[in-house]
Nanobody, 125 residues
Framework: VQLQASGGGLVQAGDSLGLSCAASGRTFSELGILGWFRQAPGKEREFVAYLRWSDGNYYCADSVKGRFTISRDGAKNTVYLQMNSVKPENTAVYYC??????????????????WGQGTLVTVSS
């Protein structure tokens, strides 16, 4: 499976930005979970959101809950991360990831088998 993340860029605080993650090599319906993670300069990669493909159930980290939304389009084999009311601390490289099975800890890196290359989001104050 190859994942291609896109949509990053430079935005101002309070703006909205949408990220996309397209898959090739396997359809998302063959996978268990899709997730978004981010890594800010000098920090470890952290969980942002995940979506369970079988039923569309999703969860967002507390730090982005109410502002970020993860969604899917099965026909396009694409997962999205809609980011609203962005803050400077949201500046990071955002990665999409896919796991073959929906494990019990989808907020952990180890649940994911495939990773995209990342897309940079920069939020200016």
């Amino acid at each position: 499976v190859q994942l291609q993340a896109s949509g990053g860029g430079l935005v101002q605080a309070g703006d909205s930005l949408g990220l996309s993650c397209a898959a090739s090599g396997r359809t998302f319906s063959e996978l268990g979970i899709l997730g978004w993670f981010r890594q800010a300069p000098g920090k470890e990669r952290e969980f942002v959101a995940y979506l369970r493909w079988s039923d569309g159930n999703y969860y967002c980290a507390d730090s982005v809950k109410g502002r970020f939304t993860i969604s899917r389009d099965g026909a396009k084999n694409t997962v999205y991360l809609q980011m609203n009311s962005v803050k400077p601390e949201n500046t990071a490289v955002y990665y999409c990831a896919a796991g073959l099975r929906a494990g019990g800890t989808p907020w952990r890196n180890r649940e994911y088998d495939y990773w995209g290359q990342g897309t940079l989001v920069t939020v200016s104050s």
